[in-house]
């Protein structure tokens, strides 16, 4: 197997985009349900508690303080929002092991055509979707570990973070807080990833067992910098979209229709130029992980009950 660099990692992304674009946009589209059905809960809730209060009016302005009087004015209602956002964040996790799992299919076996495409990613998204639940069972205590190290992080600035006094008072001690448990955090979301993309690859011909897999993955990631190199990258231009869209939309209001039209289609447009680029990630994924070592082959002995 040839020994994959860096540039053919990145490279192997924007030939995916552009050979299954369907792939993607039907994935796009699964993801603005969950969050459109989610938006529009939130907003009745908004509109039924605040629609009396004009303050609210000021608060979605961008008026920090009108906010603050807002939300304390009904507790209960970020409860409920936060109720909201918690039931999303499940539905959309629970979904997305199928669509992970069809998206890894798809990109490792390569079908021509639509009906051959929809019919890999189906069978892949259900043949690994067991498969990556117990993966994330397994990755479950690295999380937590990345928890308390971010809550530990907190406590340890928590004072100069109330009395800081200008932006850089505040970044400076929140950057010391969370960069170890973000760190982590990469490392365990990348082994993750080429566990996920073993599981797939391997799940016709060999069984590694989901606790072998992850074992295995986090030795080969942990050998393979690379790996993490190139998942760092795809964060990277991630947040570099996020920013640019965050600093142009700044301090330029929407009001009426046609805002609200603008509004909504630059938003879709970053969400799916972000999710290509999570798409272009998981393909030079696949291409790495077709050069590792086939795990080994179980052997299973067959006793004659008549000998």
């Not at 990692?9 to 924007?14: D, N, R």
């Not at 303080?65 to 996790?93: D, E, H, K, M, S």
Request: hydrophobic residues 55%; contains cysteine; charged residues 15%.
């Amino acid at each position: 197997m040839p020994r994959l660099g860096l540039g053919d990692l990145i490279s192997a992304g924007p030939r995916a985009v552009s050979r299954y674009t369907g792939t993607l946009l039907a994935v796009f589209v699964a993801q603005s349900i969950v969050a459109a059905t989610c938006t529009l809960a939130a907003a009745l809730v908004f509109a039924r508690v605040f629609a009396h209060l004009p303050m609210f009016d000021e608060a979605v302005d961008g008026d920090l303080v009108a906010l603050i009087y807002c939300l304390r004015y009904n507790p209960a209602t970020i409860v409920a929002i936060a109720g909201i956002a918690f039931g999303a964040v499940a539905l959309w996790q629970l979904a997305s092991w199928f669509l992970i799992g069809g998206i890894y299919g798809v990109l490792a076996q390569r079908p021509e055509g639509r009906g051959d495409t929809a019919r890999c990613f189906g069978a892949s998204g259900a043949s690994t979707y067991l498969a990556y639940l117990r993966l994330a069972l397994c990755a479950l205590p690295g999380w937590l570990i990345v928890v308390a190290l971010v809550y530990t992080g907190l406590d340890m600035v928590g004072e100069r973070i109330a009395y800081a006094v200008t932006v850089a008072d505040l970044v400076g001690p929140l950057l010391i807080a969370v960069v170890p448990g973000a760190l982590l955090a990469h490392v365990l979301w990348t082994v993750s990833d080429y566990a996920r993309v073993e599981l797939t690859l391997r799940q016709d011909s060999h069984d590694p067992g989901v606790i072998a897999a992850y074992v295995r993955t986090l030795g080969y990631v942990l050998r393979r910098p690379v790996t993490l190199v190139h998942g760092a990258l795809g964060w990277l231009l991630f947040g570099l979209v996020t920013a640019a869209y965050a600093y142009l939309a700044q301090g330029h209001p929407m009001y009426g229709t046609d805002g609200a039209i603008t509004l909504f289609v630059a938003r879709a447009g970053v969400s799916l130029l972000r999710m290509a680029i999570r798409f272009g990630v998981l393909a030079g994924q696949v291409e790495l992980g077709r050069t590792r070592p086939l795990p080994p082959r179980r052997v299973e002995v067959k006793v004659d009950a008549k000998s």
